[in-house]
T-cell receptor, first 114, second 114 residues
Framework: NAGVTQTPKFQVLKTGQSMTLQCAQD?????MYWYRQDPGMGLRLIYY???????DKGEVPNGYNVSRLNKREFSLRLESAAPSQTSVYFC?????????????FGQGTRLTVV | AQSVTQPDIHITVSEGASLELRCNYS??????LFWYVQSPGQGLQLLLK??????LVQGIKGFEAEFKRSQSSFNLRKPSVHWSDAAEYFC????????????FGPGTSLSVIP
């Protein structure tokens, strides 16, 4: 039972480079999320997808784009990385509209932009 | 605006001592409430959740939390802390009318002294 899988686990980018963080879940969840975690700020929502084919901005969407490729996969793209995007990124999934509304998280991607 | 505060950035307790981590939220109505734990280098794991009913909820690893509507609080407690409880703890909320957004507090880092 893999749950939520993120790749890569670690990445170092130069300023201006682009990259895509991948996320896949095998729990048949409708909703998927991307968060960034910074010291003292908890987890802040970047983008989320309530269902396949839909995406919405969260608290801190600037500098990011997302794609909900299918029900399983939700990718996060940095088109032109900046040092301010150095963070740990977490993908999560859950099913809305039911009592089981807790989110399940991946192991995180630690991204450093130099 | 929706928000979650955790007044204690860092707490240190002795092994075997009791623990209480504070969480306050600001919401238009009573939201769903969660506590997550994050061990170093890991993703987030759900400890417990409150949806409705009994205001004292039991979770995994011997944790419990009490919802107090009058204080807009959802404090996490454990009667006797173990060294393995050292981790980061996050309080989170999700609106009952909008299941898709989970808002996290900034986290409390717990250290345990042998």
């Amino acid at each position: 039972n893999a749950g939520v899988t993120q790749t890569p686990k670690f990445q170092v980018l130069k300023t201006g480079q682009s990259m895509t963080l991948q996320c896949a879940q095998d729990m048949n969840h409708n909703s998927m999320y991307w968060y960034r975690q910074d010291p003292g700020m908890g987890l802040r929502l970047i983008y989320y997808s309530a269902s396949e084919g839909t995406t919405d901005k969260g608290e801190v969407p600037n500098g990011y784009n997302v794609s909900r490729l299918n029900k399983r996969e939700f990718s996060l793209r940095l088109e032109s990385a900046a040092p301010s995007q150095t963070s740990v990124y977490f993908c999560a999934s859950k099913n809305p509209g039911s009592m089981n509304t807790e989110a399940f998280f991946g192991q995180g991607t630690r991204l450093t932009v130099v | 605006a929706q928000s979650v505060t955790q007044p204690d950035i860092h707490i240190t307790v002795s092994e075997g001592a009791s623990l209480e981590l504070r969480c306050n939220y600001s919401y238009g109505a009573t939201p769903y409430l969660f506590w997550y734990v994050q061990s170093p280098g890991q993703g987030l794991q759900l400890l417990l959740k409150y949806f409705s009913g009994d205001t004292l909820v039991q979770g995994i690893k011997g944790f419990e939390a009490e919802f107090k509507r009058s204080q807009s609080s959802f404090n996490l407690r454990k009667p006797s802390v173990h060294w393995s409880d050292a981790a980061e703890y996050f309080c989170a909320v999700a609106a009952k009318t909008s299941y898709d957004k989970v808002i996290f507090g900034p986290g409390t880092s717990l250290s345990v002294i042998p």
